[in-house]
């Protein structure tokens, strides 16, 4: 099967414009280190869930970015 690697966690409450910066200075950052990597956001329940994977997606635009659904497994 795939294997998969975390290689980075940023944890932290932030306003949103703080945590939209801090999204991408980590993904710039990450991409300077690993190259071709992807960017996975985990879309909560709800239509603010999708609304807000949506929009994180849509700062990052030219990463590649995955949006998956929670889920309790």
């Not at 795939?2 to 710039?28: C, F, H, L, P, S």
Request: proline share 0%.
């Amino acid at each position: 099967g795939k294997q998969w690697y975390i290689v980075d966690v940023v944890r932290g409450k932030w306003e949103r414009n703080e945590r939209d910066d801090i999204i991408q200075r980590t993904a710039e950052a990450d991409a300077e280190r690993w190259g071709d990597y992807q960017i996975y956001f985990e879309q909560e329940g709800g239509s603010g869930g999708k609304d807000a994977a949506q929009i994180a997606a849509a700062q990052l635009a030219g990463y590649r970015v995955r949006i998956t659904k929670a889920s309790s497994s």
